[in-house]
């Protein structure tokens, strides 16, 4: 972007008619938003031209006064894309920089503003970033989840300990596990289809708060934007004052950017975790990872941690749009100026922190024997020893207190529980059987586990692939 020029003029362009003074330098700094909201310029001349393609439709304005004006903002599109568009600070946005622009270059754009106003100008701006925006995350979520499925599927032989409180609770396969992710990011997919949803509805032409006098019509300006529902009906807002003051969209965006941004968390100190020296079920790419200044044996997992880092920012920029409007009174307020940079800033970060997951989900290794030494423990199947009492006919709250009861004599003694003998376990459980180790054994505490959910092997397997049609 050029750098952009302060220079004021003896009276605002825009608004300037009714001051007999300009504003102060200071006030222009202050004031203006074009250096953050020039990101929205595809979007200011995609409305643009779909209103002046409406004024035309409805004869406010000639057909050649209409395509003059597309074809000018056409050309200024190409100039911002190409990074030779000079932005002003005197002109306080990307809406009035787009429009001065173009009427130095075409006479009838100074037609172009009949019937609206900024505040519901960016307000249609704003929705269809977030269908843009909603529609770039999903994709990239696709994606992330395409890579992980590849994972569990390299590794659903691999069996580690599951945790509850951080201690080995029951075993799992290295599948089982990943698609526990999979289920929370396709809840995000799920959670941008929603706000998707929710932005596709127009407020153009619901003018400052009360519309206007002019014979528009607020539905053809929607079918041009794409504004439609499945049927390809037109949707638009329906009170004019709503319209231009709502910002649910904005907090829906950033709470899913939010809960997406705690999910990676989560991923990421699972990662960071099993990537640790104790655990070292992982090993990371290099491409992914960052050494030490001083101690030159260090492979440092910084691209986790910086994920799990940025969700305090995504959520922060949640609780600063909620902030924000909490107290304004109906209808536009400069104050919602503000509302752009934390919703630009948590898809940028939201991007990131995909396309990093994304790649490093492909080069994820996992050491075979590391897993298996950790998931050889026997207490993990002391559960299914509680099973096995129940199928015998005990009660489970009697179960679970004689596994308790042997789990104290195999730390008492010294003997891994599976190694007790007989006698001892017939005394804490007259009902046991000869056969009562059978349920040491990790294929048949897989095998066994066969309910809708359960990390039984083929269930994973059907989950796969369900969850690639899904996607």
Known sequence: MKKTSQKSKKSQATWGGR??????????KFGESVSFDSALAQFDIQGSTAHAKMLADVGIISKKECADIVAGLQKIL?????????????LEDVHMNIEQALTKEVPAAAKLHTARSRNDQVATDMRLFFKSATVEIILKLKNLLS???DLAE?????????YTHLQRAQPVSVAHHILAWCEMLYRDVERFQFVYDGANVSPLGSGAIAGTT????RAISARYMGFVDETDTPVVTGNSMDAVADRDVFFEFAFACATMAVHFSRIAEDVIIWNSSEFGFVRLPDTFTTGSSLMPQKKNPDSFELMRGKSARMIGNL??????????PLTYNRDLQEDKPPVFDSFKQACMCLDVLSACSVDIEFNKQKCAEAVSDPLLLATDLADYFVMQGVPFRNAHHMVGAIVALSEKT?????????EEIFAICPNAKKDWRSVFNLERAFEMRKGIGMPNLKLIAKQIENFRDLI
């Open 154 to 162: 390299k590794n659903i032989n691999v069996y580690i300990p599951g």
């Open 414 to 422: 010294g003997v891994p529980i599976n190694e007790l003998a007989d």
């Open 319 to 328: 609780n600063t749009l909620m902030l924000l409007v909490k107290g304004l």
């Open 78 to 90: 190409k100039k911002i894309e190409a990074g030779e568009f000079e932005w002003n600070e005197a």
């Open 214 to 217: 002019l014979p528009i019509d």
């Open 147 to 149: 890579n992980l499925l």
């Open 19 to 28: 001051f007999s003074q300009a504003p102060s330098e200071l006030m222009l």
